[in-house]
């Protein structure tokens, strides 16, 4: 329970960041200088960081998706590559033997690596949230 609230957190500080831009800000306009509650440029470019088109954000999760995929794609290759070796060694008549053990170790080391590839990009959206959240409340002081 306590990793799901800390996983919010910095979605929950992005909507509260989002509910405080002005309405014009929200629609694609700069915010009238001086406005109570207006973001400087500085403030704004921090926050489209997080999500928006063509973000950080949005590039991370991205590739989080791929990663995830190329996990799930690894897998069923290697689960066709044992399939096709355990054939082979039944047709020969050797069925302990393992024809195909290089490839089937170098699947599993790229699964490994792609599993890792997909922690390290998960911590870093979690880490970019979460600095620009404390970054812009250290500001508003």
Avoid: C, H, W
Avoid at 74 to 80: D, N, R, S
């Amino acid at each position: 329970m306590m990793r799901i609230l800390l996983r919010l957190a910095p979605l929950l500080a992005a909507l509260m960041a989002a509910l405080t831009l002005p309405p014009a800000t929200l629609a694609g306009k700069p915010p009238e200088p001086g406005g109570t509650g207006s973001f400087k440029r500085s403030q704004i470019l921090l926050i489209r960081l997080k999500s928006g088109e063509r973000s950080t954000g949005q590039y991370l999760k991205q590739s989080q998706q791929e990663a995830k995929e190329m996990v799930k794609q690894l897998g069923k290759a290697l689960k066709q590559l044992e399939q096709a070796e355990r054939a082979y060694a039944k047709s020969k008549g050797r069925p302990d033997d393992r024809f195909l053990l290089g490839p089937a170790v170098r699947i599993e080391q790229a699964m490994q690596t792609a599993r890792k590839l997909r922690e390290e990009l998960q911590g870093a959206s979690g880490e970019l949230s979460q600095s620009i959240t404390q970054t812009l409340a250290a500001n508003d002081r």
